[in-house]
């Protein structure tokens, strides 16, 4: 992604480096003692005159600290020449939920510095529209047709040799990066900028010789701040970020666009170009990539030296094992340049104190920190004429490791022995050694998508070709011992990865064409974000932190390694000396562990096999899945909703109430006993799962019609009537088991009453779903006192009270929480 998420994805993934460092400054020659100081032509002071005596900084655009009045002088040397501006947040919120990261970009364009008397516009052209030609009077015609946007203007305040001062105060002290309405569309309230609370940030000022960072500190209030507010601000009814002002130098013209093939697996740029000719696609797309060059005609072993290598600098603050696993991961990708054709080409170091990470020259890779785990960026500062990538920065979520150690935790109960209390070294500790291998994974993935690289979901399917999937880890049953988790995650780029880089970095457009045909002869295949993200995605080949080319075989294969886990489940799951509620966080990823191949398989079912092939490749038309194989994914998905599956050992029933100083939290199940762990609780929440992918409207859809179109798939009245047999038909070897069954009927009554409301659902699902409902309200209308038949009662008269739209008397009951799934250590 997260990318992510997928969605205003593409826009998610490109930010800019922002951490702040101490810079060199210098205090300018004061103004002579007598006399008036020295001015331009105009009347207007000189610059240097304007500026004595101030903090300076000096670089691309020379920038002044006046700290008497507060104010920030930025000298702007060339009037009517293109920029990169770019607004980022310096400092964060701190919730994953929010999304307010600190280093998270809000904005970047390219504008101009126009002067028109005493007034300095800030121009932003309008790129979306151009004309590719040499004519100008065309150019002019595409220019004119679409708005151009003046993003502020400024006063001109003094001058020198064509040169001039601006006071940029007022400008860095707006809401540039929209935080304000970030925070009120993800319910957090109405918060307005405090302009009494915010000031420039004088220590953040830095010049570079391609770019110039200006800070300011700003301050929104709120009476009323939302729960995400509350959990991690110092004020909630106070948020101070810092919002940094980027100028950056655009790169000259010596680099050449590749085209965006949409099967290469790449990120697009794009614009309409009007001076196409008629017959062609007025839009043009190009990948995002580095400029990387050859110095020299490749040598006698293929290779040649690059111009300039790509060079990524990782953050010294980066805690040990951590550090050495995150160069690790990143140098993997010095092999997919090899194969690209060029010699010493990329290289990862660890940040000297000569590169600072806001200089727009450097390539960073971040460690970030959250109040709750939350997603990793692999994003870029691009320039958006041509798509090249003028930095690269990875931020890299802190939290996320940690939740890769509780996940092993529940897997290996290992805390017995002479381990109870922890493990005496590093090198011992099998948790750890698991969370080291999926960090050098989420290093590789993360620079990935600096170097232009998309999502590719498909890896997983095909013997893990690609770190650009998001790889579950691979856990082998043992009879009756730990798993096996020796493979957990795969060491290097793969095959994908390889080509990939070949496409968009080898230095002749030919040769990039040929990896697309090399991918097609040798079965390598890409499937991104928008296929594969939605609950009701078709693609049986791209799901996320899923394992195996058989989808059903490795839900199976989770089944079995969940059961074996939750058998030996026990207070060896933590630590000497912790209390035993924390059992409960190991518990639920475990109890939960099979849901993202849940998803994984439902794609199967009314699956649809495609790819991004163009006319004149060989292009399959799109396949659906064949009836055995949807047959076996609807039963696979129903034996995760039986009370054997779901039933909880003894030692995890037995969880004891938080004790003083632990409280609840989102990682959590929901329950409905109050303090005590609800042991039926689970359950339902693993149902709610299984069935949102059983009962999505666009899968149901696709049932429905491909079953009309050939009558030997199976139909979606097919699905509900395996479903009603494999939900009131389950066996209960316990009263414990009988419980759960009966939940998991209560939810599968209210997802299809869900269902059955759903405005955007087809007439055909709408109508299956109501007639289910109708058969399932007669049947479970029975007389009795036992538990099956008061509760079947109540059921029937929910049914019939919605079925009568009598939607006073047939109040949903609240469904629990289901804990967080994505992003995962996994």
């Not at 045909?517 to 078709?538: S, V």
Request: glycine letters at 8%; aromatic letters at 8%; hydrophobic letters at 40%.
């Amino acid at each position: 992604m997260p990318r992510p998420l997928a969605l205003a994805l593409l826009a998610a993934l490109v930010v800019v480096s922002l951490t702040a460092t101490s810079g060199c400054s210098s205090t300018a020659p004061t103004a002579p003692a007598s006399g008036h100081a020295p001015t331009e032509a105009g009347g207007l002071p000189a610059i240097e005159s304007k500026t004595a005596g101030l903090e300076s900084h000096d670089g691309q655009w020379p920038v002044w600290w006046d700290g008497a009045d507060g104010k920030i002088w930025l000298e702007v040397p060339e009037l009517d020449a293109d920029l990169l501006y770019v607004v980022s947040l310096a400092a964060g919120l701190g919730s994953n939920d929010v999304g307010l990261d600190r280093s998270q970009l809000g904005g970047e364009r390219v504008v101009r510095f126009e002067r028109v008397g005493r007034r300095v516009l800030l121009v932003q052209p309008n790129l979306r529209f151009r004309a590719d030609t040499d004519n100008p009077a065309e150019q002019l015609a595409v220019e004119d047709a679409f708005a151009s946007s003046v993003v502020w203007g400024f006063d001109v305040a003094a001058e020198t040799d064509g040169r001039v001062l601006i006071d940029v105060t007022d400008f860095v002290l707006r809401d540039a990066h929209g935080v304000a309405e970030t925070l009120r569309q993800t319910g957090q309230g109405a918060f307005s900028l405090d302009k009494q609370r915010s000031a420039p940030v004088p220590s953040a000022l830095k010049a570079f010789p391609r770019n110039t960072e200006i800070e300011a500190r700003l301050t929104f209030a709120s009476t009323q701040p939302g729960r995400y507010v509350r959990d991690v601000a110092a004020d909630p009814t106070a948020v101070t970020v810092r919002v940094r002002h980027s100028f950056v130098m655009l790169p000259d013209d010596g680099y050449e666009p590749r085209a965006f093939h949409p099967a290469a697996g790449y990120f697009p740029i794009s614009y309409a170009d009007y001076a196409v000719p008629i017959g062609e696609d007025i839009e043009r797309r190009w990948i995002t990539r580095h400029r990387l060059q050859c110095a020299a005609p490749a040598g006698a072993d293929g290779l040649c030296d690059p111009v300039e290598p790509i060079v990524y600098y990782l953050d010294p603050g980066t805690p040990e094992p951590v550090r050495s696993a995150l160069l690790d991961g990143a140098r993997w990708w010095a092999d997919a340049f090899t194969a690209a054709g060029f010699r010493d080409a990329y290289r990862v170091e660890v940040r000297p104190d000569s590169v600072d990470p806001l200089d727009a020259r450097y390539n960073t890779i971040q460690w970030v920190h959250r109040a709750t785990r939350g997603w990793s960026y692999g994003s870029s500062v691009i320039d958006p004429r041509t798509g090249e990538i003028l930095k690269g920065h990875v931020s890299l979520g802190s939290l996320r490791v940690r939740q890769d150690y509780l996940i092993a935790e529940g897997l290996l109960a290992p805390y017995v022995g002479e381990n109870a209390d922890g493990f005496a070294s590093e090198a011992d500790d099998p948790m750890l050694q698991l969370a080291l291998a999926r960090l050098r994974q989420l290093s590789a993935h993360e620079v990935g998508h600096t170097i232009g690289l998309a999502h590719n979901f498909a890896g997983s399917t095909q013997d893990r070709s690609t770190v650009m999937d998001y790889p579950a880890p691979l856990a082998l049953p043992a009879s009756g011992n730990a798993p096996d988790l020796s493979e957990a995650y795969a060491v290097g780029v793969g095959d994908w990865d390889v080509q990939a880089v070949r496409y968009g970095y080898a230095p002749s457009d030919a040769e990039a064409e040929r990896v697309l045909a090399e991918n097609r002869d040798r079965g390598l295949r890409y499937i991104t974000d928008t296929d594969a993200r939605p609950t009701g995605a078709a693609t049986p080949t791209g799901a996320l932190w899923d394992n195996g080319a058989d989808a059903v075989q490795a839900l199976e294969l989770e089944m079995a390694v969940r059961r074996d886990a939750l058998d030996r489940f026990s207070e060896a799951v933590v630590r000497e000396g912790r209390p035993l509620a924390t059992l409960e966080e190991a518990l639920v990823p475990l109890y939960l562990r099979h849901r993202y191949q849940v998803d994984a398989t439902a794609h199967l079912v009314g699956g649809v096999a495609y790819g991004y092939t163009s006319r004149g490749e060989g292009a399959e038309p799109p396949t659906p899945v064949d009836g055995d194989t949807q047959r076996a994914a609807i039963d696979a998905l129903l034996m995760t909703v039986t009370p054997e599956a779901l039933a909880l050992p003894g030692a995890a029933r037995l969880i004891p109430p938080r004790p003083p100083g632990y409280y609840d939290g989102r990682e959590l199940f929901d329950g409905r006993t109050g303090l005590t762990f609800d042991p039926v609780a689970p359950a339902e929440t693993a149902a709610q799962l299984t069935f949102s992918y059983l009962l999505d409207a666009d899968r149901a859809a696709r049932l429905a019609y491909q079953h009309d179109l050939d009558p030997s798939l199976p139909s979606f009245t097919d699905l509900l009537m395996a479903a009603d047999g494999a939900i009131r038909g389950a066996g209960a070897a316990t009263p414990y088991e009988a419980a759960i069954r009966r939940a998991v009927l209560a939810t599968w009554v209210e997802a299809l009453i869900d269902l059955a409301a759903e405005p955007d659902a087809a007439i055909p699902v709408r109508a299956a779903a109501e007639g289910t409902l109708d058969m399932l309200g007669d049947a479970l209308d029975t007389d009795g006192t036992d538990d099956d038949a008061v509760h079947g009662a109540w059921l029937a008269r929910r049914i019939e009270a919605f079925l009568d739209r009598d939607f006073d008397e047939a109040a949903a009951p609240e469904p629990v929480t289901i804990p967080p799934g994505s992003p995962i250590g996994q």
